[in-house]
């Protein structure tokens, strides 16, 4: 017993004065039975004894001559001195003969270590705090006389300077252990840094891609600052944060920018500088490698046009430009050029010929629409002509119809206001460029009676005269309508043309019978097949009169009240409807046509019918795809083939509308118009490997970790290459298993860099996406940080026969999280035990340190039998 006796220590034995409160424990239940007074009395004392916290040690720990060793360096934050000074006193005693070191980039043996434990303590200048240097502090030992020792070296394990493994072996030989004393939990920093900054490594041109910024709160209390987000240096994003200790994320959506790699970072500021004194870790940049989308020109005949064309091409993933033939840019960057029913005459001087040289040098081409398109003279003799897979079937030679057109003129002395009689002279000029070779024009300029401006004839013969005519029109006079109708009616009757055709143009009122008037054009409609349209050119015009003309005379009415705008009415009224149609409307169902390398893995084989189409004829070497089976032939409704190292297609309907409502409708027309358009610009291929890669910065290294997940791929040779400044470096990564491989960067400096893998395979380099990663500080400099360096004091204590945290230690270094190990029984008086608890329970907070820490938190109560008692069991250890 004696010997056991003096195998043991109490870490804490000032409990031990406890003992002397147990007389009065006696006296206050002397009535008591004797039995439970000794129980009483042994489960108290048990108490004490656990707080004074009973040690075990052997005779080498009592011979053993202690070394405390103190990291007093710029990187040791206040929080951890503190705990430093707090742990040393808890530790149990063996001896007066501890010996205390403190240490920077030198070592010194200090009496008065608590003081130097002081970050704002002057005194310790002499240890050089501005590095750490391990190798210095175990040099220093080893010159101490030979003996077996027990190092306790309080540091976090981060040296900038020297190398203290060197000195592993001789420490061993010495038979110095070492033994790293580290808190649980890093204790709080006035830091705060942006950890990282977390973005997909390719993004697509245009879309959206997902941002994660972590940051890390290292103080013991919530910070407020500003998080920053920006774009290739410009800022897209500014957020007011409050942040609670620990790690928080934050998460962003935007686009990547438009050059090839974009760059994004995140940076914090702090409201109070107070709660972030190391700003040098305050910002993590992300790099995102972004894919061009293809891109397609789609050029639309009508404004308006092309709507459903457009939506598809974009659900396709593809960047779309919508241009009217005028102002239609060059084809070089578009992979897919497509004309909707598009005008040739429309276009610039030489770009159709461009067009072509587009197409023959690997691009895609795209023909659809109406006679715009596919009409005979639409695009004959034009290098349009060459690209398409058909062409235009001559209609069946017609009998050519020809019009008439009489226009009526006011010339009465009102018109010369606003210039009435300019404009309107310049419609009839207009009239005359518009009419055909064939067609006739006349004019009949009146006032109060008519003459002859124009005789009726052949453009053929007024051509170069008529517009001389015309300008012989004077105003003066007043208006009379009806001899000029009757002249103009004359004249027309001694014609033959198809349809003739009299327009009416006048600001005044007439004079004489209004139902003259109405019969006289009634009767040219009906009987002589001319129809009257009128133009009323200001509000004093007879409106009502000249809306009953058109009524009864079949042509239109217009009442002008801007006389600048009479030229494009009069151009409206002689619009002339005829097209070239379809033999007759349909609907005709399309047939895909066997061995289409067009539709080749396109799962429909059932079409839409349309309501139209142009007649085509396939060129020799083209590709039939879908046909139309009408009077006893197979017209190609789509065809293609290549030309020169390019592909074109011709599908001869529209997709307005007009005749293709049904495919409008139909489910599949997506699917089908991507399947052509990936036939056009095949996607091209994917060579990188499906890959993760990460870099991390792991005990003083900078780690890049790539792994494999394609079998192709999982045993090639990859090299890295760093751009970053002023770090340039490139090397291979190294194999460590199938499909994972990794190499330390030399990265020690603080700054943003790319760093660029490629594959070696079969002789081919293949480059894989950039990535990016931000240093926040230098390697070599002496700030704190978040972590411990494990990796360095693990081997320093397991080369010395060491271990971090000793067992002998370890429950005290908990940061005095409770005061019992083992479990133990509390019986109290019901009646008063709630407050002898509470004040016990009081005590043991204040012995925890901290007010907030709940007491005997796994405790469990328990009714025992009878009404008087309770017991409280405790699971601390």
């Known amino acids: 017993m004696k010997t056991l ?52 040690t052997s005779k080498e720990s009592r011979d053993q001559e202690r070394l405390f060793a103190y990291d007093v360096s710029d990187s040791i934050p206040p929080a951890m001195r503190d705990w430093m000074k707090k742990s040393t006193g808890i530790m149990p005693s063996t001896s007066h003969n501890d010996r205390v070191f403190v240490f920077g980039a030198s070592a010194l043996e200090a009496a008065n270590w608590r003081e130097l434990l002081d970050q704002d303590n002057s005194k310790t200048a002499t240890t050089e705090p501005s590095k750490t240097n391990l190798e210095n502090l175990f040099n220093q030992i080893l010159t101490l006389p030979a003996a077996p020792r027990s190092l306790y070296l309080f ?33 709080a920093i006035a830091n705060v840094a942006v950890a990282k900054l977390m973005a ?41 944060v409050k942040l609670n200790p620990g790690s928080q994320t934050f998460a962003y959506q935007t686009t990547p920018g438009d050059s090839p790699l974009t760059s994004f970072q995140a940076s914090f500021s702090a409201r109070d500088a107070r709660t972030d004194r190391y700003p040098s870790d305050n910002h993590a940049v992300a790099w995102v490698t972004t894919r061009a989308k293809s891109k397609v020109l789609l050029v639309n005949g009508q404004s308006g046009a092309g709507r459903y064309l457009e939506e598809i091409i974009k659900r396709q993933g593809l960047e779309v430009t919508v241009r009217r033939p005028e102002t239609a840019p060059a084809p070089t960057g578009y992979k897919i050029v497509i004309f909707n029913n598009a005008e040739r005459d429309r276009f610039a001087s030489g770009y159709l010929a461009s067009i072509e040289r587009h197409t023959a040098e690997g691009n895609g081409f795209i023909m659809l629409g109406a006679d715009a398109s596919f009409a005979p003279a639409s695009y004959r003799q034009t290098p349009i002509e060459n690209i398409l ?3 235009p079937k001559e209609p069946p030679k017609r009998q050519e119809k020809n019009r008439a057109v009489v226009l009526v003129v006011d010339k009465s002395g009102s018109m010369r206001d606003d210039n009435r009689i300019i404009y309107a002279k310049e419609a009839a000029k207009a009239v005359a460029r518009q009419l055909r070779d064939i067609d006739l024009l006349g004019v009949v300029g009146f006032d109060d009676s008519p003459f002859v401006v124009v005789y009726l004839e052949t453009m053929a013969r007024l051509r170069g005269v008529v517009d001389a005519q015309i300008d012989r029109l004077k105003p003066g006079g007043q208006t009379y309508f009806l001899p000029a109708l009757l002249e103009a009616k004359r004249q027309l009757e001694r014609t033959n043309a198809s349809s003739k055709h009299i327009i009416l143009l006048s600001d005044g009122v007439t004079r004489g019978s209004q139902g003259e008037l109405v019969d006289l054009v009634g009767m040219m409609k009906n009987d002589l097949k001319i129809t009257v349209s009128a133009v009323a050119l200001s509000s004093e ?32 009224q002689l619009q002339d409807k005829t097209k070239d149609e379809p033999e007759k409307e349909g609907p005709w169902t399309p047939i895909q046509e066997r061995g289409s390398e067009l539709l080749a893995g396109f799962g429909v084989r059932t079409y839409p019918s349309v309501l139209g189409f142009m007649d085509t004829e396939l060129k020799k070497n083209a590709h039939q795809d879908l046909t ?39 489910s599949g027309l997506q699917s089908f118009w991507g399947h052509l358009l990936d036939w056009l610009n095949p996607p091209e291929e994917n060579l990188i490997p499906a890959h993760d890669i990460r870099v991390s910065y792991s005990e003083n290294r900078t780690v890049l970790d790539l792994s ?40 020690s400096q603080q700054g943003d860099y790319r760093i660029d893998l490629a594959e070696e395979r079969g002789g081919r380099r293949i480059p894989f996406p950039a990535v990016g ?28 026969g060491g271990e971090i945290n000793p067992q002998s230690v370890r429950a005290h270094l908990r940061t005095h999280q409770t005061a019992f190990h083992h479990s133990c029984v509390l019986p109290v008086s019901f009646r008063g035990g709630v407050a002898k608890v509470c004040l016990f329970r009081a005590r043991l907070r204040t012995f925890h340190g901290s007010e907030e820490t709940p007491w005997f938190p796994n405790s469990s109560v328990f009714r025992l039998t009878g009404p008087a008692k309770r017991f409280i069991r405790c699971n601390l250890c």
């Open 628 to 666: 139309i089976a009408r009077s006893d032939r197979r017209w190609p409704l789509m065809a293609s083939w290549r030309y020169g190292r390019g592909k074109s297609i011709a599908l001869t309907t529209d997709l307005e509308g007009r005749w293709s409502r049904n495919w409008i409708q139909w």
């Open 541 to 572: 015009a007879d409106v009502r009169i000249m809306k009953r003309i058109s009524q009864y005379g079949g042509g239109l009415f217009h009442h002008v009240t801007d006389p600048s705008t009479l030229p494009q009415i009069v151009l409206e």
């Open 200 to 240: 997909p490594t390719e993004g697509n041109s245009g879309e959206s891609v997902n941002l994660k910024a972590v940051l890390d709160n290292q103080n013991n209390r919530p910070v407020e600052g500003t998080l920053t987000l920006t774009r290739n240096g410009q800022v897209i994003k500014t957020d007011a």
């Open 389 to 391: 897979p058909v062409e």
């Open 773 to 800: 990663y931000t240093l926040a500080y230098d390697l070599n400099s002496e700030i704190p940080r978040s972590e411990f360096n494990n990796r360095l004091l693990s081997r320093i204590a397991e080369a010395t």
């Open 155 to 187: 540091t976090d394990g981060w040296e900038n300077q020297g190398n203290a493994e060197r000195l592993l072996p001789a420490l061993a030989a010495a038979g110095i252990k070492v033994y790293p004393m580290l808190p649980t939990e890093r204790p």
């Open 5 to 56: 006796l003096t195998h043991i220590t109490f870490a804490k034995p000032y409990f031990l004065w406890l003992m002397l409160a147990l007389p009065l424990l006696w006296f206050r239940f002397r009535d008591r039975r004797l039995p439970v007074l000794i129980a009483r009395t042994i489960i108290l004392a048990l108490v004490i004894f656990t707080l004074a916290d009973p040690q075990s």
């Open 708 to 747: 494999i997940y394609d079998e192709a791929s999982a045993n090639s040779h990859y090299r890295f290459a760093i751009n970053g400044n002023p770090t340039k470096a490139q090397g291979y990564l190294t194999k460590l298993a199938p499909g994972h491989y990794q190499a330390v960067l030399p990265i």
